[in-house]
């Protein structure tokens, strides 16, 4: 299945309130609540063949991104909430993109304040200078996913998905920033494979989402 599909100008008005919700990380709520919340309403449940329609398309997509298999652990579980909306997929991605980024952020800055006796002034400074690239990045994700909320309100819709791919290209670059800064000074083992796993983690479903992106007919 082609995630490649055209919205009409009404759409917008349609996806602004999952977009807002993403940024709010409400996202965290698995889309099975959703369905088990409707048992008492049969006809708002989906039914078989729909969910596994839905599945698959979360499958196919997943299968031709950079890393398929984080990008199907992590999205398949949302699979009834995008419906095989590649509007959606992309958000959903972004939304997943920015909590990694923020928990990596949140992690690293805690990281900062309990080992601050313990670490050694360059590796320090190491952390500090990765804290950074990562406040960086969570901000330009969250501004993509603003962006995307007034992308089809747009009369120049080309400037606005330039600037959304500018940002998550932004974001992945400042991953890279971090770990190289790691690779260049002797840091705790145990901090710099902590930290690092975060990145990865963020840096690779970041990547993912760039590739909707990229893909996203608009």
Not at 71 to 83: F, T, V
Not at 158 to 172: G, H, Y
Request: hydrophobic share 35%.
């Amino acid at each position: 299945m082609d995630v490649n599909v055209v919205f009409p100008r009404s759409s917008a008005t349609m996806y602004y309130p999952v977009l807002l919700l993403l940024v709010l990380l409400s996202i965290s709520k698995s889309s099975s609540s959703v369905s088990s919340s409707s048992t008492n309403n049969y006809q708002n449940t989906p039914n078989n063949t729909q969910t596994y329609y839905y599945k698959s398309y979360i499958k196919s997509s997943c299968n031709t991104t950079t890393y398929p298999s984080i990008c199907y652990k992590n999205l398949n579980r949302y699979a009834l909430s995008i419906q095989a909306d590649p509007f959606l997929l992309c958000n959903t991605s972004l939304g997943l993109a920015f909590k990694a980024a923020r928990s990596a952020s949140t992690t690293v800055s805690k990281i900062l304040k309990n080992n601050s006796s313990s670490l050694t002034t360059p590796a320090k400074a190491v952390v500090r200078d990765c804290y950074g690239n990562l406040k960086d990045s969570v901000e330009q994700i969250k501004d993509s996913i603003s962006e995307m909320g007034n992308l089809y309100e747009s009369s120049d819709k080309d400037f606005k998905m330039s600037n959304i791919k500018t940002w998550v290209s932004a974001a992945i670059t400042n991953y890279n920033t971090c770990s190289d800064g790691f690779e260049e000074q002797s840091v705790d083992g145990d901090v710099r494979n902590k930290i690092n796993k975060l990145v990865l983690n963020a840096a690779r479903m970041t990547s993912n989402a760039l590739y909707f992106i990229n893909h996203l007919v608009y």
